[in-house]
């Protein structure tokens, strides 16, 4: 009698085994790209070593999950596709990857729901506490941080990074430990939808003080000490929000 249940567990594992097994789709054409598109449900298609361009933006209108984890790796032409024209709250991973330029990795970092290998990006559990970013950094951040985001650990701040976190919305964005900031910088950073505190500049130039107007929230300067009139009426002009500067400040 043991031996009979012993077998019949046995065959019924091989049986569930056999059935439940799926083909691993290893190539696409386009149009079977284009046909899996608009099939409802996820598409698991982890046995893709490579994907075309073609293939890629015909996926990227895919409603539903993608995996795509078998990819290592990715042109800037697909990262764009799969990040501009998936539909925004459904899953892209990528967790193959490991050919794959900074360009492509923006892309996909500015899909909030797009996956990829933690080595293309810095440890970003703790914004406050970090002294630098990336761009891809700047990215991820922007776009998958809700609400205030608070950056004050920088100390420096590359252009392309100040143009990324711009996009951040939905909050304030705190970069009070930056004494420096570039004016294209500060112009990105006008940018930005929410209030904006630089209270670790002590200067900025005239024309920074002029893009400066066209921010859109409150924004705090309380670290300037000294700035010309020109700038000083450029600040107390913006209309969008409240400016917030010290009471010491000197305008030449």
């Known amino acids: 009698m043991r031996v009979w249940i012993l077998m019949s567990v046995l065959l019924a594992v091989a049986f569930s085994t056999s059935t439940a097994a799926e083909p691993i789709v290893k190539t696409l054409t386009t149009e079977q790209a284009k046909k899996l598109a608009i099939a409802p449900g996820d598409l698991e298609l982890n046995g893709l070593t490579e994907l075309t361009d073609e293939c890629a933006l015909a996926l990227g ?11 290592t790796k990715l042109s800037d032409a697909s990262a764009k596709s799969l990040s501009t024209a998936a539909v925004a709250p459904f899953r892209i991973e990528l967790l193959g990857l490991t050919d794959v330029s900074v360009e492509a990795l923006v892309w996909l970092a500015a899909h909030p729901k797009a996956v990829f290998p933690a080595k293309f990006y810095s440890d970003l559990s703790k914004p406050h506490k970090l002294k630098s970013v990336t761009i891809v950094d700047a990215t991820l951040l922007a ?4 609400g205030a985001l608070n950056l004050n650990g920088l100390v420096s701040l590359s252009d392309p990074a100040a143009q990324a976190l711009a996009q951040h919305k939905g909050g304030g964005l705190a970069l009070n430990g930056l004494t420096a900031l570039s004016d294209e910088a500060i112009l990105s950073l006008a940018q930005h939808k929410g209030d904006l505190y630089l209270n670790g500049l002590t200067r900025i130039s ?9 921010h859109q929230g409150d924004l705090s300067l ?5 700035i010309s009139s020109q700038a000083w009426v450029s600040l107390r002009t913006h209309a969008a929000g409240k400016v917030i500067l010290s009471p010491t400040l000197k305008s030449e």
């Open 206 to 214: 005239d024309d920074a003080a002029a893009g400066l107007t066209s």
């Open 61 to 71: 209108q895919h409603s539903g999950n993608l995996y795509l984890n078998g990819l």
């Open 222 to 226: 309380s670290g300037l000490k000294q």
């Open 143 to 146: 776009s998958r941080v809700v």
